[in-house]
Structures are given as C-alpha cells and as structure tokens.
C-alpha cells in the first residue's frame, strides 16, 4: 500500500472537519511541522481546492466545495417545520419573534460564515448579500448599494411549494439575520422596512430596504 502524500494527509483530515481547522490542528492531528504544512496549504489554495477565513486572529482552512455546502446553515424543509410550530404556538407574535431568531442565529453562527476580508460602508451591502446566501440552501441574496448609506436586498428563494405564512415567516428571519450581519460587519445600527414579497418564477423574492444610522 503506498504512502498518502502530504496533501493527501491534509485533505483527508479536513474532510472530517468540514468548517475548518487551522494550520496548527492541521499539523498536530497530521504529524508534521507547521512549517511544511503551511506551504502545502497554500499550494493547495492556489490550486483552487482549499480556501481561508479569518475567525479573531486566526485563519481556518478548509475544503472549498465541501465547505460551501456545509455552510448552508439552515435547511429548508427544517425551516419549514420550525415554521408551523411557530406558527402553531405564537399566532401573530411568531413573526416578531422569527426577525429576533434571524439576529440570533447571525450571532451564533457568524464566525462559521464571517468574510474572510474586512468589509467597508464601501462593500458592505455586497458582502451582507453574500453571507445571507450561505443561511439555507436555494437561497440566492443581491444587494444595490443606494446613496446616504441606504440599499435593497433581493432575497430569492428557490421553493414553489411553502405557503404564504411560512414566507412571510421566513423574510422575518432574513430581516433579523440582515440586520444581525451588518451589526456584526461595522458595528452600527441599522433600520430595516418591512419585507415586500414577491412570487417569481420557481420560488419567490423577498425585497428589504436598509439604511444604516
């Protein structure tokens, strides 16, 4: 049987840690120096197959394709399900309650999600876009940056078969997790109108303006 190679070593441990593992672990669960193990991630990166994030003061590596699929926070058919109890159990207050979940989960979650690069009013509605994407599968989020540090959210969600009240339950979510993101992001308050929902071809659309204070 022949010997895995370094990058061999590398990939497989990583596939057993999807979200990550710095270079450190990495050379600790592999048996070999930090030194080597670094250059071999970054060959690794510049071949397109590993990729990095920066959570607090470190950086976490992991497997590009395995990661943006394990990423995806939230199911939807656990969205769905979470939905109706909701629903069920809190009348009317569920959507209130849905917008404070969405905050929650952003704070819970955000080192997992967090943009590896710092992001600027500059670039801040684009990488909030992008951190959205990553809460559920079928989820495609666009932002248009507006003047006086106000945009629009495009939140497109892949599904024909929810009813209304669970859309409407879930554009609460993604107000809360909006709002959760940019506070994360540059530390300032925001002010979200009310979702405007669409139905679109195979799934629907939820519109959000924000203005950052």
Known sequence: MSRLSIEE????????????????????????????????????KASGILSERKVGAYRVWYIKNLAEKARKI????????IGRAFLRVFGDQAYTIAENVGSAIIDEVYDLIAPLKESSEENVFTTVADLVSMLSEGVKAEAIKLRDGRGIFRVYVEDHVLDSDIIKLLASLFKGAIVGIFKRIIIKSVQCK????????????????????
Not at 17 to 43: D, F, H, M, N, P
Not at 74 to 81: A, E, G, Q, Y
Not at 199 to 207: L, Y
């Open 9 to 44: 070593k590398i990939i497989n441990i990583l596939k057993k840690y999807q979200w990550g593992l710095t270079a450190k672990e990495i050379s600790e669960k592999i048996g070999i120096s930090r030194i080597t193990v670094s250059k071999y991630l970054a060959q690794l």
């Open 74 to 81: 939230l199911p939807k058919r656990i969205i769905s399900s």
């Open 194 to 213: 009310e979702p405007i929902i669409n139905q679109v071809r195979d799934g629907f659309e939820i519109i959000l303006e924000v203005e950052i204070l």
